[in-house]
């Protein structure tokens, strides 16, 4: 393929997908500073790649995993960066008082403290009406593992946030 048809596919797929990226991106990490930093070396990775990438079976979910590694990364760092300051500042055990969650966090707030399978799982289920399969296939997971990891995070978000009055699903996506 010659370059300039390349350069064309990718600008395209760009415009058509940087959005949702972004917005995968901003619900995985609740930070949207990063979410456009993320879908941005995402979208660098996939150019780098792009002949791969244009193979690919399902590219749309070959971009979600994109997207899904680099936050997966993200946090696995951000972990690592907050236990060396704890090793090297802290004296004493450090505790902390939680405040009661039910009824008073919004979505995002109980997104956040899911692990990141689940949270991811939920985001790609509910916030982007993905299928079991579709969901599976950009974690690089199996679909009974996207299930399960589903049901499971929907009870945790269900316990964090209390049920919904209205009897509306907890992300207002239609209910699975």
């Known amino acids: 393929m010659r370059l300039d048809e390349a350069s064309a596919e990718f600008h395209d797929f760009f415009e058509r997908h940087y959005a949702e990226l972004v ?3 901003y619900l995985l ?6 979410a456009d930093d993320i879908a941005a070396d995402a979208l660098v990775a ?8 244009r193979a690919a079976r399902h590219p749309q979910a070959y971009a979600r995993g994109v997207v899904a590694n680099l936050v997966r990364e993200r946090i696995r760092s951000a972990v690592r960066e907050r236990r060396r300051i704890t090793l090297f500042w802290s004296r004493s055990p450090e505790t902390t008082d939680l405040p009661d969650m ?6 995002r707030a109980a997104l956040a403290r899911l692990p990141f399978r689940k949270r991811a799982c939920v985001v790609l289920r509910h916030a982007f009406d993905l299928s079991e399969k579709d969901t599976a296939m950009a974690l690089g997971i199996s679909v009974g593992t996207v299930k399960s990891q589903t049901s499971k995070a929907m009870a945790e978000l269900e316990r964090l946030l209390g049920t919904p009055a209205t009897g509306e699903p907890v992300l207002g996506g239609r209910s699975r």
Request: net charge negative.
């Open 23 to 25: 917005r995968l991106a």
């Open 102 to 107: 039910a009824g008073s966090m919004d979505v």
């Open 46 to 53: 996939l150019w780098q790649n792009w002949d791969r990438f």
């Open 29 to 34: 990490t609740g930070e949207p500073h990063a």
